[in-house]
């Protein structure tokens, strides 16, 4: 079975300049099939589900369920990363933890759930259902992924816990090879206790032979010139693969746009450094590939509109339906409450937000991901 838009490897694209695809981050297959498989034999109704999702075309009223979410389980954070949201927010939070009854509730009525995604805004260890909510979407045979700033990893064996969980992909943030570049762009970061934790994570990974790690570094102003280093720092930080995002996101505000285009450098990069890069990692035994998000669908296209419309969707950690993760706040655009998202997943405003897509009355918001949407 193909592993169709897991939030991963679902495209190769490439920043101006390149005159091919760059090399980008893959699923575990077996992994990917294995659970997809066990999924829709447990669950015949999700396998009904996917087959609708599949047949279908975008339309402003679609005849399945979302078949992935990103869900939110905490909006806090102990970082205020320079190019994070979170950073703007009073004591880094945007609101109230969900609780472990939310989410099983929303996990029992999105029967038709193959992925989830378990982070948004915060840093998810800091939830203290965190792990139980990883161990109740495996048990449905459902594909888990989360991120983390790995800065709680070595508190009450997280580290041992979240390998325990069954996690399918966890992306570890390493924004710098330096405690000086790391700890100014991740602020209130401890760069030599991240290092530390990050290696007794990935050990315990493979001694457990559960090796779901990837370094995930975000590329701006501040590290650019690093890069060289982090296929190095990624090796000796144990991990076996290693993903250079290339752009920055703004998050649908016109303040974080500005900040943030100013600290991407996706423009600098040329087919002769990635590479490099992909070589120098070669060397190390860390698989490096790279992740452009940048305005990568097409209006007027019915092939190429974005697909989390009709597809997908954010829930914020107080419940609520986000068009998206580039947006991830409900502040900004809310599309009804999650907790009745059979619902609204169909009601008046997500129709009205897909019949934006499909007539190309985009809200600004979205434009930023189109290439003939421009503000």
């Given at each position: 079975?193909?592993?169709?838009?897991t939030?991963?490897?679902?495209?190769?694209?490439?920043?101006?300049?390149?005159?091919?695809?760059?090399?980008?981050?893959?699923?575990?297959?077996?992994?990917?099939?294995r659970?997809?498989?066990?999924?829709f034999?447990?669950y015949?109704?999700?396998?009904?589900n996917?087959?609708?999702?599949?047949?279908?075309?975008?339309?402003?009223l679609?005849?399945?369920?979302?078949?992935r979410l990103?869900?939110?389980?905490v909006?806090?954070?102990?970082?205020?990363?320079?190019?994070?949201?979170?950073?703007?927010?009073?004591?880094?939070?945007?609101?109230?933890?969900?609780?472990?009854?939310?989410?099983?509730?929303?996990?029992?009525?999105?029967?038709?759930?193959?992925?989830?995604?378990?982070?948004?805004?915060?840093?998810?260890?800091?939830?203290?259902?965190?792990?139980?909510?990883?161990?109740?979407?495996?048990?449905?045979?459902?594909?888990?992924?989360?991120?983390?700033?790995?800065?709680?990893?070595?508190?009450?064996?997280?580290?041992?816990?979240?390998?325990?969980a069954?996690?399918?992909?966890?992306?570890v943030?390493?924004?710098?090879?330096?405690?000086e570049?790391?700890?100014?762009?991740?602020?209130?970061?401890?760069?030599?206790?991240?290092?530390?934790?990050?290696?007794?994570?990935?050990?315990?990974?493979?001694?457990?032979?559960?090796?779901r790690?990837?370094?995930?570094?975000?590329?701006?102003?501040?590290?650019?010139?690093?890069?060289?280093?982090?296929?190095k720092?990624?090796?000796?930080?144990?991990?076996?693969?290693?993903?250079?995002?290339?752009?920055?996101?703004?998050?649908?505000q016109a303040?974080?746009?500005?900040t943030?285009?100013?600290?991407?450098?996706?423009?600098?990069?040329?087919?002769?450094?990635?590479?490099?890069?992909?070589?120098?990692?070669?060397?190390?035994?860390?698989?490096?590939?790279?992740?452009?998000?940048?305005?990568?669908?097409?209006?007027?296209?019915?092939?190429?509109?974005?697909?989390?419309?009709?597809?997908?969707?954010?829930?914020?950690?107080?419940?609520?339906?986000?068009?998206?993760?580039?947006?991830?706040?409900?502040?900004?655009?809310?599309?009804?409450?999650?907790a009745?998202?059979?619902?609204?997943?169909?009601?008046?405003?997500?129709?009205?937000?897909?019949?934006?897509?499909?007539?190309?009355?985009?809200?600004?918001?979205c434009?930023?991901?189109?290439y003939?949407?421009?503000?």
């Open positions: 079975m193909s592993a169709p838009d939030g991963i490897g679902t495209f190769a694209s490439s920043p101006p300049g390149m005159n091919r695809p760059l090399p980008f981050p893959k699923v575990d297959q077996e992994l990917w099939d659970t997809l498989k066990a999924g034999e447990t015949p109704a999700r396998h009904a996917y087959l609708k999702f599949q047949a279908s075309k975008p339309a402003a679609v005849e399945h369920l979302p078949v990103d869900i939110e389980n909006s806090r954070c102990n970082f205020h990363c320079q190019m994070c949201q979170v950073s703007d927010w009073p004591g880094f939070k945007r609101s109230r933890d969900m609780t472990m009854e939310e989410y099983r509730a929303l996990l029992d009525q999105q029967t038709g759930l193959i992925e989830v995604k378990l982070q948004g805004m915060g840093e998810p260890l800091l939830g203290k259902c965190y792990f139980d909510m990883i161990e109740y979407a495996r048990a449905r045979h459902i594909w888990v992924r989360s991120t983390t700033n790995s800065s709680v990893l070595h508190h009450n064996d997280n580290y041992k816990r979240i390998i325990d069954d996690i399918c992909e966890l992306q943030s390493v924004d710098g090879t330096t405690a570049v790391f700890e100014k762009i991740r602020r209130g970061s401890k760069f030599d206790q991240v290092c530390r934790n990050i290696q007794q994570l990935n050990a315990y990974a493979r001694v457990q032979g559960r090796m790690t990837r370094m995930w570094t975000v590329v701006q102003r501040d590290n650019a010139h690093q890069l060289e280093e982090f296929p720092l990624a090796a000796e930080l144990g991990f076996e693969r290693c993903t250079l995002s290339l752009d920055l996101n703004d998050w649908g303040a974080w746009k500005k943030n285009d100013a600290n991407e450098i996706s423009d600098k990069m040329n087919l002769e450094r990635a590479e490099r890069l992909i070589a120098l990692g070669r060397e190390r035994g860390v698989e490096l590939t790279f992740w452009y998000m940048d305005k990568k669908y097409e209006l007027g296209n019915m092939n190429n509109l974005c697909p989390w419309p009709f597809s997908r969707g954010y829930v914020s950690a107080d419940m609520r339906l986000v068009p998206c993760c580039m947006i991830a706040n409900p502040e900004v655009i809310d599309l009804g409450d999650a009745d998202l059979n619902a609204v997943w169909n009601g008046p405003k997500m129709q009205g937000f897909r019949k934006a897509h499909l007539t190309g009355k985009l809200p600004n918001v434009k930023v991901c189109y003939n949407g421009a503000h």
